[in-house]
């Protein structure tokens, strides 16, 4: 058949073989062209994305490699939340005292008696202290020999608090070596004896902070003063004199004659 058909048609039939040819040859080669070139994209994607694949959870909590700071969200742990003791403002529990009331700024406390002090706590107080101290502080000008500082005493170190009280013997406790003297800028603190004397005035959520009462010294002269009085006299109580109107009358007769 080839034979009768002219020359050129038979160069013209050729060709169109050798196209078919090409055609089939490419269409192959791009499939697996394609096919390589998907893995490969896979890969340099988990490269680039420190092997990490994006889920539904991690979304975008992805570090990149080009990327120094840690985008990735935390969950926040139990650690992290206040505990049972603390808090949940953060604020340390505060004193509030009931003798002397709270409402006496600056109380004054008779030399050489027995002070009676009754406290309570505020509601950020979380974990009470189970020991308390007590120390006092002279006023200005009173300092620790050689030096500067105020001069401290304890009047009770390490005593209960479970009774939220304590009675103090201004002549027992007083500073060793000087005599507690009649005038003001006297002060007063308690401390969480746990805490220490240092750590008080830190902040410690739910925990006592450094209580401080500034207070008088005054010394009573009742006996000096009242000599021959009888006991128990109490002079809101005394009758008065009564007074005749008749007296009154002539009384401011002379007045007005005057």
Known sequence: MFGLMPAFSRMALFALAVLVMVAQISASAGAAAAAAAEPLNKRQLQITLNGATPTADSGFGISLDNDDSNDSPTKTSSESKPSSSGSSNGQPGRIVMKTPPRSVESPLFEIASKVKLQWDYDDNMKKPPSKITIRGQMPEGYTQPGTTKPLYWYIAQNVSASGKAYTWDTITQSPPGY???????????????????????????????????????????????????????????????????????????IVFLL
Do not use: C
């Open 179 to 253: 005599t507690l003297r009649e005038g003001t800028g006297y002060k007063l603190f308690i401390i969480d004896s746990d805490i220490g004397w240092d750590n008080s005035t830190h902040v410690y959520p739910g925990r006592l902070f450094q209580f401080m009462l500034p207070f008088s010294m005054y010394n009573s002269r009742y006996a000096q003063t009242n000599d021959g009085v009888p006991k128990n006299y109490n002079p809101n109580a005394a009758s008065r004199p009564k007074i005749a109107r008749a007296s009154v009358l002539v009384a401011a007769a």
